[in-house]
Each structure stands twice: as structure tokens, then as C-alpha cells.
């Protein structure tokens, strides 16, 4: 056994399949236009690697220090965030949203019509914090493109309007109807970025000021913001949209991209950009209990029980699910307070850890941890959607598979 096989049980010769099979069955097809991976294990870096280009146009080559929309890989950061403050006891789980958005105590549930014309019902169950954390809100995302209250979305722009504040945000969400009555099935929603808006309200700071002081800056996460500043331009990597004929094209160019001014709308659930060494200090955190470089961000017992499954009756997300997108496959998948939760190995199909949490991003971006193995590995990419390959899926096999 060589000595970094030691350290981090984990073969060096193994995880080279890693660049072999990004290359040959996705870069070098012109399927992705660039990939770094990050693997470690017990604290330790045993493999990072940069792959094929960042902006295509530009001809660009991908960096370690190349900064990502790392979009829905913000709801882990919020979360984290939102627990904080449930350490210092500044609300509970099953608390009424209504008890800090007043707005939002006599919700509606859709039955017909299109909007502006809702015909609605009363909700039988009361939304909960914990509703929020666990995506059971009965909130929704506008381009699920499935139902009219999604329809409503998309003409309000409540997906991610930087022009719109948190606050406008809330209100709008007020007078739209719900999917269905919080409590009752799973769908993949705006309910992170109305975390975002309490820990706000709660902190009584901006949100993106609560993220720096209590998160970014304890981390050492100096890249990781709502919007790029001038100097991270160099760096900013082009995001690429699928495209069945040429495989992908310009979605966001980095020199003209709406990251590049200032957001009124603070995304709680998909607005940051970040670098794979920030995440990692994150990824890292959330692996070792809550503490990075000596600095801890969250209680350990805190994370712990953000980690277990939430869903009813320890469910995975085919038993509730109302909609057909996840940023992680469903069988064998449950829920927490921000994070999927694997619950079983066999019927999840992928190969791990009973236990392993984490999720992804938008562009393609994903992130897991292994408890059991004490195992972080990110991937970072900038394809939209998420769904186009199964990448993340086989890296996880690749990746367990150099486990000694």
C-alpha cells in the first residue's frame, strides 16, 4: 500500500479512471466544455483535477481557481445558515411560517383555473419551518413546466428575478396558491430562498452579510458571493446550455453575465457563485462535524440531525414526490433539513453509504459526503439543465470504486 493510500485509503491509481472516463465520455465528444473534480478523504485532498475549458469562445482553459454559478448548491449553505440560528434558539422547527410572515397565514391550495384566476381550497395543514427545510411546503419552481400555479411563477419571474427583493419575493408567494397542503407530498422548490428571507428577518442583517460574517468568512471562502467583482472576471467560468444538435451553446457569457451586477434578489436557494477550494471548506465543515481549520460554523448534534431523513415515516422521494425533478436521483433517497439523504444502498442503484447527504446545482454542479467513509467529493461543471448526463451518478461509482 503506498503511503497516500494510507493516509487516505483511497488508491491514487484508481481515481485516475476519473479524468479517463470525463475525457473520453465527455470532453473529448464536446458533451462538457470543462470539469474539475475534487476527492477527499479523512481531511486529506487525494485528487483534483481540471479538465478541458471554462469559456469555449475564449478557448479558456479550466483552473482549479475558476469560479462557478454553483446555483442550487446554495440550499446547503442556506440551511446551514438557518440552523445556525436555531442554535441560539431564535426559532422551532415546527413553528408556523405565518408566525414571521404574516402574509401567510390563511395559505390556499390550487384546485383550477389559470392565473390570475385561481379557483382555490383552504390548506388542511399549517406550513411549518420544517416544511420549508424538507421541500414539502407545497411550494413550487416555475420551470417545472408541469402545473398552472408553475405557470404563475414564470410570469411573476419568482424563479431568480435579481431585480426583485426578498421581501417583493415573500409577498408575491402570498397570493399565489399552493400545490397541495403543506405536510402532504415533496416538491422541488422556492422554499430555500424563503429560508434565505428569515434567517434575514431573524438575524435583522442582510442576508448576504449573514453569509459572509457567519459561514464565508470563518471558512475562508473568499470567492463565494452573490455576484462576481472585477477581479474574479478572469476567472469566471461561461455557463453552456444542452443543445441536441451541437451538444451545447452560450447560455451566459462571464463578460456580460447578470453575475457581473449587483443582485437585489439574494437567492437563498440558487444565487451564489463560488470556487471548488471554497466549497470544499464548506463540504469539509459539514464532514468533520461542523468545524474547518478550527473553526466551527455549526453543532455537531446540529448537523446530525439535518443529516437524518425527515420525510413521514422515513419515506424516500418516489413515496412523496408530486413532482418529477431532483437534483439527486429519487429510489433509495430521502430527505433533510437541506440536504438529500441516501436511506437505502441497494434501491438507490449507486453504489455508497447508507447516510451519505448532499446535493446539486443547475449547471450541472454536485456535491456528497460520506460519513460512514469520511469522504467529500465535488464536481464542478457549466451545463444546464443538471439532467442532461448521468456524470454524477458514475463518478460516485468511480469514486467508491478507489476505496481500499
Request: charged letters at 20%; a negative charge.
Amino acid at each position: 500500500m503506498t503511503e497516500s493510500e494510507q493516509v487516505t485509503g483511497l488508491s491514487p491509481e484508481r481515481l485516475l479512471h476519473i479524468e479517463d472516463h470525463l475525457d473520453r465520455r465527455y470532453i473529448q465528444p464536446g458533451k462538457l466544455p470543462g470539469t474539475l473534480t475534487l476527492v477527499a478523504r479523512r481531511g486529506e485532498i487525494a485528487y483534483l483535477k481540471a479538465q478541458g475549458l471554462m469559456d469555449v469562445e475564449r478557448n479558456k482553459p479550466l483552473c482549479r481557481d475558476t469560479v462557478f454559478r454553483i446555483y442550487s448548491m446554495t440550499k446547503p449553505i442556506t440551511s446551514v445558515a438557518m440552523m445556525q440560528l436555531y442554535e441560539q434558539g431564535r426559532f422551532l422547527l415546527d413553528d408556523p411560517v405565518h408566525k414571521y410572515i404574516p402574509a401567510w397565514k390563511n395559505l390556499r391550495v390550487y384546485k383550477s383555473g389559470v392565473y390570475p384566476d385561481f379557483l382555490t381550497a383552504p390548506a388542511t395543514s399549517t406550513m411549518t419551518i420544517r416544511d420549508l427545510f424538507t421541500h414539502m411546503s407545497g411550494l413550487t419552481y416555475g420551470f417545472m413546466n408541469r402545473t398552472n400555479v408553475d405557470a404563475a411563477y414564470r410570469e411573476l419571474k419568482l424563479d431568480g428575478n435579481r431585480n426583485m427583493t426578498l421581501e417583493a419575493f415573500v409577498g408575491h408567494l402570498a397570493e399565489l396558491p399552493l400545490e397541495f397542503s403543506p405536510g402532504t407530498a415533496w416538491n422541488y422548490s422556492v422554499s430555500t430562498d424563503v429560508l434565505g428571507y428569515l434567517v434575514q428577518l431573524l438575524a435583522d442583517k442582510p442576508f448576504d452579510e449573514y453569509l459572509r460574517e457567519h459561514i464565508f468568512e470563518p471558512l475562508a471562502m473568499p470567492d463565494t458571493g452573490f455576484d462576481i467583482r472585477d477581479d474574479q472576471l478572469d476567472r469566471f467560468a461561461a455557463c453552456y446550455q444542452y443543445d441536441p444538435v451541437d451538444q451545447f451553446k452560450l447560455q451566459d457569457d462571464p463578460q456580460t453575465s447578470p453575475f457581473r451586477e449587483k443582485s437585489k434578489f439574494l437567492s437563498g436557494g440558487g444565487g451564489l457563485v463560488s470556487t471548488i477550494d471554497d466549497y470544499f471548506h464548506f463540504a469539509q465543515a459539514l464532514c468533520q462535524g461542523g468545524e474547518f481549520g478550527g473553526r466551527r460554523i455549526i453543532g455537531r448534534k446540529t448537523l446530525e440531525f439535518m443529516r437524518r431523513n425527515h420525510l413521514p415515516d422515513n419515506q424516500d422521494l418516489p413515496g412523496l414526490s408530486a413532482g418529477a425533478f431532483s437534483e439527486t436521483p429519487y429510489a433509495g433517497s430521502g430527505f433533510g433539513l437541506g440536504f438529500s439523504v441516501k436511506t437505502d444502498v441497494a434501491k438507490s442503484q449507486i453504489n455508497g453509504s447508507v447516510g451519505e447527504y448532499g446535493w446539486g446545482g443547475l449547471a450541472s454542479t454536485n456535491f456528497f459526503i460520506d460519513p460512514v467513509e469520511e469522504l467529500v467529493v465535488i464536481f464542478m461543471t457549466q451545463l444546464i439543465p443538471s439532467s442532461t448526463y448521468p456524470v454524477r451518478q458514475e463518478l460516485r461509482a468511480i469514486v467508491n470504486g478507489a476505496l481500499v
